[in-house]
């Protein structure tokens, strides 16, 4: 179905006898594919005798249409797709086993076992969101591996802002929130030795189209933060091109942390910072160059690791 897209995609009018020449498949193939596209919601016109031509694309997520709108050099390529997967870094980390190259992007329609940080889950329901991981290979020390988190936040931010023109701003580390409300989940996992890092699954999952009903109070979808139904491939797309600009301004050892501070809801704010043995609260005061959280309490400043704690306003979500 993807090579009959792709030709389709062109724009043209393509007759079933040049599909089947440069595809190497029968005429009959080439019907069943084009059918399979229509079930999958293209509208793939007859005309007249000369063939077929694509009039309009459904909301989906298939590679074909991701490639069309990539502006990156390496950052989705390649980009694979499948509607349903356990999780997508699951997928990408399988991959990387496999010695999968760096930029390598996995998209799913639908994850059966989304999960968050330390063991949480992320829901995931078909059609409504977009959940990707990105395969990374720096080479990095595996310390700074947090910092990736953080400038993974930043471009899905710069992402959204691009796609619907809401405001995108970042609850630390690496919540992107559009009107106070959480419209993305990333989880950064990587395989390393103590030195050197072999790979880094930047996943991120976005509610599009909805978000789950029992965290309305602190979770929202991009439809409902633009006002208007937002189609899901662009935001796959300007999210490699906005992380690929970032993070090679991170390997060639560029600032990209004023812009993440610019974005932050936390900085000033009271915090209430919750660990796996305490809770703290106090004023968060700076995020420092390695990506932790400076708190200014009673007892004065506290740095804070991302992936060891949960942080809250104490009036609210953020
Ligand atoms: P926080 O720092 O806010 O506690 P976190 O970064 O530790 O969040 P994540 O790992 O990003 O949390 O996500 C897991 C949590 O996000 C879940 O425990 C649940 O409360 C919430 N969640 C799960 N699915 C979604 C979703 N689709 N949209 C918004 N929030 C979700």
New binding site residues.
Partial sequence: MDEVLRLLLGGEVVSGAQISERLGITRAAVWKRVEQLRAAGYDVQAVGRRGYRLAACPDALDAPLIERGLRTAWAGRPTLFDRRVDSTNLWARRLAAQGAQHGTLVVADEQTA?R???G?????PPDE?VFMTLLLRPKAHPSQVAQLTLLTALAVAEAIEDVCGAQAQI?WP??VVVGGK?TC???LEMGADESQVDFVAAGV?V?VHA??PD?SD??TCLDAACGRRVLRAPVVCAFMARFEARYDAFARGEDWMTAYRARSVTLGRRVRVMGVDETFEGIAQDVDASGALVVQTQDGPRTVLAGDV???GVMG?V
């Fill in positions: 989304g968050g940080r330390r949480r889950m992320w829901t995931s969101g609850k690496n919540d959480k989940g990333i989880l999952g509610n978000s789950p965290l602190m979770a949960s942080v809250r979500y």
